[in-house]
Nanobody, 112 residues
Framework: QVQLVESGGGLVQPGGSLRLSCAASGFAFSMYAMSWYRQAPGKERELVASITNDGGSTTYADSVKGRFSISRDNAKKTLYLQMNSLKPEDTAVYHC?????WGQGTQVIVSS
């Protein structure tokens, strides 16, 4: 069974940092690119970052470029999103994605 379980969200002050994790199971994690998406109330789901299967190439939304970093540990079958210099507009539910599969999401609240 394919499972994607996000964790690491929470409440943080503007300028702070959080590290999100996505534990994957049920498929050959190391063979696939992975992505992080987020969705805030009243807004469309936004692609935040993507990473190739070997971690050799990453892409970022303009809104997070320079602040967020996507990475992966294939041995641990875990995807990460390091979020620095957080802004209130980063508040959203963050999901990891593999094809059409989505995790349950983890809530990030950036509050002043």
């Amino acid at each position: 069974q394919v499972q994607l379980v996000e964790s690491g969200g929470g409440l943080v002050q503007p300028g702070g940092s959080l590290r999100l994790s996505c534990a994957a199971s049920g498929f050959a994690f190391s063979m696939y690119a992975m992505s992080w998406y987020r969705q805030a109330p009243g807004k469309e789901r936004e692609l935040v970052a993507s990473i190739t299967n070997d971690g050799g190439s990453t892409t970022y939304a303009d809104s997070v470029k320079g602040r967020f970093s996507i990475s992966r540990d294939n041995a641990k079958k875990t995807l990460y999103l390091q979020m620095n210099s957080l802004k209130p507009e980063d508040t959203a539910v963050y999901h990891c994605q593999w094809y059409s599969r989505w995790g349950q999401g983890t809530q990030v609240i950036v509050s002043s």
